[in-house]
């Protein structure tokens, strides 16, 4: 009677562990994995300047990659305001998320194919960076030469990016619809004199960004390892 009674305990936790695995929650590895949090917050702290946030964790996702899902649902630099704002609005993230989160562009850089064609063919970029940045990206070849997408502070995480924008600096057509007479203008103008505002936009928008699409019960997996399905 009383192993019947533990075994019914055992299995009653192991379905409240099963529900649980399936929420995202800032504890989740603490058990499992008590060192990961921290291992991954120093490197990133070593690498970016980007604001705190918690990260929820435990995220399921899918059980292979898809990179037709992949593409599908990024938005290519040829987006236009409209489509940025309804992409992004199709996972449940507002105008305000959109272009704090394309703040996260005040680092990185993007490929000669994803910008050539605002090179040669736009009018609404400031003529000496397209002139410099023609050099290092022709008409033809060259698709992967690399420009960095805030062409003023490239390793710093500020809002340097957005005062570009203000400048036409915009290197990717989808940053400089972000300022270009609609509805983000106000927004952009915003970031670009109150960095605070900014960073704090951009973290509250990155744990909405992690919230997007979580499944639950005994949909996706977590892989054991790495490098392949479970
Ligand atoms: C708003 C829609 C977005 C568009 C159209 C977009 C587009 C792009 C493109 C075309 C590149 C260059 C990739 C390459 O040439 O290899 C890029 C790079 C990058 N994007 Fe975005 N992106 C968007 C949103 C975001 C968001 C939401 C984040 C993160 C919060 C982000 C973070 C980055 C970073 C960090 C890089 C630089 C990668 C590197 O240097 O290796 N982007 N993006």
């Known amino acids: 009677m009383a192993a019947a009674s533990v075994s019914v305990q055992a299995i009653v936790l192991l379905a409240v562990a099963a529900v649980a695995s ?58 236009s305001l409209a ?22 562009h005040t680092v990185g850089q993007a490929q000669c194919a994803n910008f050539r064609s605002r090179l040669y063919g736009e009018s609404n970029l400031n003529q000496s960076d397209a002139a410099a940045l023609r050099a290092n990206c022709p008409q033809s070849g ?37 300022f270009s007479g609609g509805s983000t203008d106000a927004l952009v103008q915003s970031y670009a004199s109150n960095a605070a505002q900014f960073r704090n936009d951009f973290a509250a928008a990155m744990v909405r ?18 490098s392949s399905v479970n």
């Open 209 to 226: 960004m992690g919230s997007v699409g979580v499944l639950t019960g005994s949909q996706g997996q977590i892989r054991l390892s790495c």
């Open 142 to 178: 060259g698709n992967g030469n690399l420009a960095p997408m805030d062409l003023e502070t490239p390793n710093t995480f500020d809002g340097a990016f957005f005062r570009g924008l203000l400048s036409q600096r915009g290197v990717l057509h989808s940053d400089q619809q972000l």
């Open 83 to 104: 489509s940025l704002i309804s992409g992004f609005a199709r996972k449940g993230l507002t105008t305000t998320d959109m272009v704090a989160l394309s703040g996260a």
């Open 22 to 79: 399936a929420q995202l929650s800032a504890t989740f590895y603490d058990s499992s994995c008590p060192r990961a949090l921290g291992t991954i917050r120093s490197a990133v702290t070593a690498a970016l300047g980007g604001p705190p946030y918690t990260v929820l964790l435990g995220r399921r996702d899918s059980t292979t990659a898809s990179l037709s899902q992949a593409n599908s649902d990024l938005p290519p630099p040829g987006s």
